[in-house]
């Protein structure tokens, strides 16, 4: 049985997330504002935009690029500010106005590349840009009575919606191809979700874990929050690199002269 108890915090394991703080940066600021951008997931949702684009051939590497930047403008930058600033999840010390210019930042520049999307590929890219700003700002500021903050809308909006974009930008045009895409997108995103979300609670909301798991044949395991961490943050990395690995795997494929 385990026990959460706000008992000694001396079991509470260290950071925000896996990959907060590393040691490889030496000036705080520098740390927090690693940790504000999530570059694993921040690598997995670009793995979308580039899995959605080298679906099919041929792909203009160019827009590929462009359609990188803007996303990881978008939701790298803008979206992870703009997340911070809702209660401080992370608990960093950057300014708020650090904060807004980021989110500014990130989110116009995503836009005005989007714009650019729409004189040469198509018009059209004008709705993405519109369902891409709302979804970002809904979700992450928690707007229309927090309705957008759910997990449909973020395995929707942080996984289909970069792959479909990426495809559109590509090709003008959706297909079966890209909308079976876009499931296993937004399905490698929920489960994404539903990972970090008991691995969130263990490093942010929790003093100690207490307990142990008794085996059939009589083997005590101890509990603790590392144990329990172990295999979500694992799973987790496994996770986002699975994605990148087959987001290069198609570049390759693409633009490699086998």
């Known amino acids: 049985m385990t026990l959460f108890r706000p008992t000694s915090k ?24 690693w940790t504000l951008l999530h570059p694993p997931y921040t690598m997995l949702h670009l793995s979308f935009v580039v899995i959605g684009a080298c679906l099919v051939g041929p792909v203009n590497a ?14 790298g930058v803008g979206a992870h500010a703009l997340d911070e600033l809702m209660g401080r999840p992370l608990a960093t010390t950057i300014p708020t106005w650090q904060l807004v210019a980021a989110s500014i930042l ?30 970002a700002l809904g979700y992450n500021l928690e707007l229309f009575g927090a309705r957008l903050h759910t ?3 973020f395995a929707l909006g942080w996984g289909a919606f970069p792959l479909l974009t990426a495809y559109f930008a590509e090709h003008a045009a959706l297909s079966v191809t890209a909308l079976l895409g876009g499931a296993f997108a937004a399905l490698t995103s929920h489960t994404q979700r539903l990972l970090s979300g ?20 009589g083997t005590v395991l101890p509990l603790s929050a590392t144990s329990m961490l172990r295999p979500l943050e694992g799973a ?14 198609l570049i390759w494929a693409r633009f490699h002269l086998r």
């Open 198 to 217: 008991p691995a969130r609670d263990i490093r942010r909301r929790t003093d100690s874990i207490e307990g142990s798991q008794v085996l059939r044949d």
């Open 236 to 249: 987790l990395r496994a996770l986002c690199w699975a994605s990148t690995a087959l987001a290069l795997a």
């Open 106 to 135: 990130g989110l116009g520049g995503a836009t005005a590349l989007g714009v650019v999307g729409m004189i040469v590929v198509s018009p059209y890219l004008a709705i993405f840009i519109v369902v891409g700003v709302v979804i």
């Open 62 to 75: 160019v827009y590929l690029w462009v359609t990188l930047a803007a996303f990881f403008l978008g939701v």
């Open 151 to 153: 997990d449909a809308v």
């Open 10 to 33: 001396k079991s509470a394991p260290q950071g925000a997330a896996f990959y907060a703080e590393p040691k490889f940066l030496v000036r705080p600021r520098m740390k927090e504002w």
